[in-house]
């Protein structure tokens, strides 16, 4: 029996659909990784949820290992509202009184002086003169006469035996209408008088206290 001839529109009809049915075989052979251009396929092509760890690049691979494993910090939220104060905590406990200190050394007085109010008094009334005299005086030795507190309170120290009578030049000045006066206290009454500079009174000096 003889072959019966395809007519050539029926042959070429049937060659393209041979072709249209091997090209998918022969792009599924011919594509691949290696020959993909660089940032050729973008993010939108990508199926999502297909990507797998392995088919990450090695460093990416750890990054994401390592920030699983030590947690990403988030932003600082914004600051609270201020609390309300707490309540008042107890008090503590009172702490003990520490051990006393040494006494400290007690200042010294040269003989025919005594301790008093901080300077050393002299113990014996020195013989009468001016108050400008009996400044000149004491200033000599490096001394000075007593302040009026100094003197009053003398008075009352028994042990010191003061005199209880007498009235006795002080340190202090005042003004008066004839001019500057001394100031004296009376030993036995405790009265401040404001005779003439130019009037005789005994008097007593003041050294400071020595520390030894």
């Known amino acids: 029996m003889r072959a019966r001839l395809l007519h050539?529109?029926?042959?070429?009809?049937?060659?393209?659909?041979?072709?249209?049915?091997?090209?998918?075989?022969?792009?599924?052979?011919?594509?691949?990784?290696?020959?993909?251009?660089?940032?050729?396929?973008?993010?939108?092509?990508?199926?999502?949820?297909?990507l797998r760890m392995r088919d990450l690049?090695?460093?990416?691979?750890?990054?994401?290992?390592?920030?699983?494993a030590t947690g990403s910090r988030?932003?600082?939220?914004?600051?609270?509202?201020?609390?309300?104060?707490?309540?008042?905590?107890?008090?503590?406990?009172?702490?003990?009184?520490?051990?006393?200190?040494?006494?400290?050394t007690a200042p010294t007085c040269a003989t025919g002086t005594a301790l008093h109010e901080f300077g050393c008094l002299e113990t014996t009334a020195r013989t009468a003169a001016t108050w400008a005299a009996a400044a000149s005086a004491c200033q000599q030795f490096?001394?000075?006469?007593?302040?009026?507190?100094e003197l009053q309170t003398y008075r009352f120290r028994s042990t010191l035996n003061p005199p209880t009578a007498g009235a006795e030049w002080t340190g202090e000045v005042a003004g008066t209408t004839t001019g500057v006066s001394g100031v004296s206290l009376d030993m036995g009454s405790g009265a401040v008088d404001t005779p003439a500079a130019t009037v005789a009174l005994p008097f007593r000096c003041v050294l400071p206290a020595t520390t030894p």
């Open 57 to 68: 690049a090695p460093r990416l691979q750890a990054r994401i290992a390592q920030r699983s």
């Open 142 to 149: 490096s001394r000075r006469l007593p302040a009026l507190g």
């Open 74 to 104: 988030g932003a600082t939220g914004p600051r609270g509202a201020t609390g309300p104060k707490g309540a008042t905590g107890a008090k503590g406990a009172v702490g003990g009184v520490g051990p006393k200190g040494p006494a400290g």
């Open 8 to 50: 050539p529109a029926t042959f070429i009809a049937t060659l393209a659909l041979l072709v249209a049915l091997g090209a998918p075989a022969y792009a599924v052979r011919a594509i691949n990784g290696k020959t993909l251009r660089y940032n050729s396929v973008s993010g939108a092509k990508i199926t999502d949820g297909t």
